[in-house]
């Protein structure tokens, strides 16, 4: 038995969990990640997979600075995990894999209760050497500091031959995470909010085709979406929701974030029929195309979609162009939008791990 699961054992057994001023968790044990081998495992994974099954307590892992090449996963039995990059310098997750919108991503989250702060995931991209240009003034802005990235390297339309495909930072499926100061680069796919309720704040999120997309139930809170379509000769898409019905409870909503980049992009894409985004607050620049969204599969049944902008500034966020089926939604709808009952209505996001401070009827 390693030390580290000896060590988590021993704590489990005597029932020390530490309660803060705010009644919220503290970590049960944490555990050091350094790939030159100084820490308890030299990589992320490896510390991942020390976590016992069906564990019920937080643990931390802190990764110290660096570029870990590795793909990395969490499965549903691994919950309650904190992962934390180094304060100070980056700490970045980048792999090169693409091909599947779910099994390429660099980074693939399965399991419940889980928190990242000052993380980047990244496609590692070899070719768009202006991927540092969107990553600059602005993410630091938004203070990020942890990346996860997928390395793939796509040209216009191809590399070496090989097609602009599906190439995810990360893909999310659990339930009740949340990110903090975190990074996610790509080209498509970059971010796969796939299902779950999700929280990410002071995030960076940049890609060129649905670079955020699923059926995920999540707020983004004061983020920076960068669009790269210039990299590729086309319009590009920020979101693709796959709301599957009227009564599926999921939906993105963006609130006080930056839009900006190079190329010009829709707001998003219906991935499925029911899609539904809502920008509030959001400054837009001239990147956005007029028209600003695409019912894309679904046309004819555009009054199932529900897209809208709400007190959104900047170039981008001219209206006067938009289609004529972007919504209008009701003051109540709205509110309940940008409430904690979209997403925190049994309060777990007050139940994690210190970082996040919403105490509040209202993001």
Same mark, same amino acid.
């Given at each position: 038995?390693?030390?580290?699961?000896?060590?988590?054992?021993?704590?489990?057994?005597?029932?020390?969990?530490?309660?803060?001023?705010?009644?919220?968790?503290?970590?049960?044990?944490? +555990?050091? !990640?350094?790939?030159?081998?100084?820490?308890? &495992? =030299?990589? %992320?994974?490896?510390?991942? *997979?020390?976590? /016992?099954?069906?564990?019920?307590?937080?643990?931390?892992?802190?990764?110290?600075?660096?570029?870990?090449?590795?793909?990395?996963?969490?499965?549903?039995?691994?919950?309650?995990?904190?992962?934390?990059?180094?304060?100070?310098?980056?700490?970045?997750?980048?792999?090169?894999?693409?091909?599947?919108?779910?099994?390429?991503?660099?980074?693939?989250?399965?399991?419940?209760?889980?928190?990242?702060?000052?993380?980047?995931?990244?496609?590692?991209?070899?070719?768009?050497?202006?991927?540092?240009?969107?990553?600059?003034?602005?993410?630091?802005? +938004?203070? !990020?500091?942890?990346?996860?990235?997928?390395? &793939? =390297?796509? %040209?216009?339309?191809?590399? *070496?031959?090989? /097609?602009?495909?599906?190439?995810?930072?990360?893909?999310?499926?659990?339930?009740?995470?949340?990110?903090?100061?975190?990074?996610?680069?790509?080209?498509?796919?970059?971010?796969?909010?796939?299902?779950?309720?999700?929280?990410?704040?002071?995030?960076?999120?940049?890609?060129?085709?649905?670079?955020?997309?699923?059926?995920?139930?999540?707020?983004?809170?004061?983020?920076?979406?960068?669009?790269?379509?210039?990299?590729?000769?086309?319009?590009?898409?920020?979101?693709?929701?796959?709301?599957?019905?009227?009564?599926?409870?999921?939906?993105? +909503?963006?609130?006080?974030?930056?839009?900006?980049?190079?190329?010009?992009?829709?707001?998003?894409?219906?991935?499925?029929?029911?899609?539904?985004?809502?920008?509030?607050?959001?400054?837009?620049?001239?990147?956005?195309?007029?028209?600003?969204?695409?019912?894309?599969?679904?046309?004819?049944?555009?009054?199932?979609?529900?897209?809208?902008?709400?007190?959104?500034?900047?170039?981008?966020?001219?209206?006067?162009?938009?289609?004529?089926?972007?919504?209008?939604?009701?003051?109540?709808?709205?509110?309940?939008?940008?409430?904690?009952?979209?997403?925190?209505?049994?309060?777990?996001?007050?139940?994690?791990?210190?970082?996040?401070?919403?105490?509040?009827?209202?993001?």
């Amino acid at each position: 038995m390693s030390s580290f699961k000896l060590l988590l054992l021993l704590h489990l057994m005597m029932g020390l969990l530490s309660i803060s001023g705010s009644d919220r968790p503290v970590p049960k044990a944490t +555990v050091y !990640v350094d790939k030159s081998g100084s820490g308890n &495992y =030299s990589s %992320v994974q490896a510390a991942i *997979d020390a976590v /016992p099954d069906d564990n019920d307590q937080w643990i931390q892992i802190v990764i110290k600075q660096g570029t870990y090449n590795e793909k990395v996963m969490i499965t549903s039995a691994k919950q309650y995990i904190f992962l934390q990059g180094d304060r100070d310098n980056p700490t970045i997750i980048e792999y090169g894999d693409y091909g599947s919108a779910t099994e390429s991503a660099t980074f693939r989250l399965y399991g419940d209760n889980f928190i990242a702060l000052d993380i980047n995931f990244k496609v590692k991209t070899n070719s768009i050497t202006s991927l540092t240009h969107y990553c600059g003034p602005r993410a630091r802005a +938004v203070h !990020v500091k942890f990346y996860v990235q997928n390395s &793939y =390297s796509p %040209v216009k339309q191809t590399v *070496d031959d090989t /097609p602009v495909s599906w190439a995810p930072a990360a893909f999310l499926a659990g339930d009740k995470a949340s990110f903090y100061r975190c990074s996610f680069h790509g080209i498509q796919d970059t971010l796969g909010d796939g299902k779950g309720r999700h929280y990410f704040t002071s995030c960076n999120i940049s890609g060129a085709i649905d670079f955020i997309w699923g059926g995920g139930q999540s707020v983004y809170k004061d983020c920076l979406l960068e669009t790269i379509a210039s990299t590729i000769g086309r319009n590009g898409y920020v979101t693709a929701q796959g709301r599957e019905g009227p009564n599926d409870s999921s939906g993105f +909503v963006f609130i006080n974030g930056w839009l900006t980049g190079e190329g010009q992009t829709y707001l998003g894409r219906a991935y499925r029929q029911y899609s539904r985004v809502l920008f509030y607050k959001t400054s837009m620049t001239a990147v956005i195309v007029p028209e600003g969204w695409s019912a894309w599969n679904f046309e004819g049944k555009e009054n199932d979609i529900t897209y809208d902008e709400v007190e959104c500034t900047g170039e981008g966020a001219n209206e006067s162009g938009r289609v004529q089926w972007m919504k209008n939604l009701p003051s109540q709808e709205v509110e309940y939008l940008l409430s904690n009952n979209f997403v925190n209505q049994d309060g777990w996001l007050d139940n994690q791990p210190g970082y996040n401070q919403i105490q509040t009827t209202r993001y």
